[in-house]
């Protein structure tokens, strides 16, 4: 079967849908035939325009939603909405996710606590209130973004790596708690790729520890998503896309 047209039918919720490596996702999803729900914090300008991308790629519908994933009732609000709007929920992608770094012996507590709230409480939330759409469905497939720094951990990262790291642990408990279900869950944890989030990064020194030499693409990302979408058989893995940095 072609890969490509494996998603007509399924409905995609990406976190972090309205930019970098969300958007893609949500972009190459809707090219296999999903309908998309983009999910953002503020941007309405991108989101939308990610939308109207997808919509045009498949002819299926694609709905932004403005929600921080970090607030448990807004989260089970928009789950709500998604359901009303698209009828449901088969795949869930956990990106959103943010940065402020520092050195542990300087980071604030508000600094630490925004990381962990977003990156994995949020990924905590989104999970907590679309499963009940895919025990519905009777399948589901969730794909959490971790990251490089969460198998290696990173300097002027504590709050990151934590996050990260912590997505991983979720990711095996759930992958254990609803395998029965007909639900996998999966992470990718991806190293370097060029964002909004890495636009300083460009010229990085690390780069060179980087076995392929070079930064990857948002669509590097998005084929090990649409991998995973489709790989019945893949539970509890971590996906790195990284140029071989974390090997
Ligand atoms: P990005 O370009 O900075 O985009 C971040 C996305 O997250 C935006 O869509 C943003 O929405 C959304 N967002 C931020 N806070 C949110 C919140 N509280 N609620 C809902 N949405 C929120 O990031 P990226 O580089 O594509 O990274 C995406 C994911 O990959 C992140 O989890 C990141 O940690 C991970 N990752 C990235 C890299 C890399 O090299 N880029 C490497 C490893 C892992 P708005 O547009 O509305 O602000």
Known sequence: MNCDSRLIGKIAVITGGSRGIGAAIACKFASMGAAVAVIYAGNTEAAEAVCEKCRTLSGANAISYRCDVSDFTAVKETAAAIRRDLGGAHILVNNAGVTRDGLLAMMTEE?????????LKGAFNMTRHITPLMLRAKEGCIINISSASGLLGNAGQSNYSASKAGLIGLTKATARELASKGIRCNAIAPGFIRTDMTAAQEDSPLLATVPL????????????AAYLACAGYVTGEVLRVDGGLAM
């Open 111 to 119: 600094a630490f606590d925004t990381v962990m709230d977003v990156n």
């Open 213 to 224: 030499g070079r930064m990857g693409s948002t669509e590097d990302v998005a084929e090990a």
